[in-house]
């Protein structure tokens, strides 16, 4: 009964490589969300989803690149690592409410470049 | 006490004593705030939230409380356990759909 479940937990890769991470969520929730926390635990949000349609682009690279294939699921790309990118990604999903916007969270991927 | 270090603020208190986090906000304009409670190698976890027309909100054993002329949001945690140590995030609402959070504060309950 997983709300927010993300693939994989870990990922260590070499610099230059292009990889993957999967997140779906069966909250049956409007809205997906990209964040990266760093070392200092900041989180940032990097992309929203809604309905399969790009809402928020935080200046990131675009070496990112969510995708959509449905409505449950918004995996996110990465081309060309750099070790800059070393970080816990977190996917995350909320309603379509104005009047709340409580967002849950998965479990994170912890992302390490070599 | 409370202590800012080279990383996070922490919050180091005792078991059974009442701890206060504090979250100094950005926008004034923001109309919904959330707490967050994030434990080792987890993902952020809801743990209360408050709206603006409000200036404060009680859950089980927590205490959101709001004052919107400083711009300043707290989380009261009563009677600390063990189980409470963890990362807490403010977050407040930017915009339509869009969280933004605050920098994080450590929160070490020793028994």
């Known amino acids: 009964d997983t709300a927010v479940s993300q693939t994989p937990k870990y990922l260590v890769t070499q610099m230059g490589n292009d990889k993957s991470i999967k997140c779906e969520q069966n909250l049956g929730h409007d809205t997906m969300y990209w964040y990266k926390q760093d070392s200092k635990k900041f989180l940032k949000i990097m992309f929203s989803y809604n309905n399969k349609e790009l809402i928020i682009n935080e200046t990131v690279p675009n070496r990112f690149s969510p995708k959509s294939p449905d409505k449950a699921h918004l995996n996110l790309h990465i081309n060309s690592l750099e070790l800059g990118d070393s970080a816990v990604y977190f996917c995350?999903?909320?309603?379509?409410?104005?009047?709340?916007?409580?967002?849950?969270f998965g479990p994170g991927t912890r992302l390490t470049v070599l | 006490g409370e202590s800012v270090g080279l990383h996070l603020p922490t919050l180091s208190v005792q078991e059974g004593d009442n701890s206060i986090i504090n979250c100094a906000y950005s926008?004034?304009?923001?109309?919904?705030f959330i707490w967050y409670k994030q434990e080792s190698g987890k993902g952020p976890q809801f743990i209360i939230d408050?709206?603006?027309?409000?200036d404060k909100r009680q859950g089980q054993r927590v205490t959101v409380l709001l004052n919107k002329t400083v711009k300043h949001l707290s989380l009261q945690i009563a009677a600390t356990q063990p189980g409470d140590s963890a990362v807490y995030f403010c977050?407040?609402?930017?915009?339509?759909?869009?969280?933004?959070f605050g920098k994080g504060t450590m929160l070490l309950v020793s028994p």
């Open positions: 926008n004034s304009a923001s109309d919904y």
């Open positions: 408050i709206r603006s027309n409000m």
């Open positions: 995350a999903s909320s309603p379509l409410d104005r009047d709340y916007n409580e967002q849950f």
């Open positions: 977050a407040e609402r930017t915009g339509y759909s869009t969280l933004t």
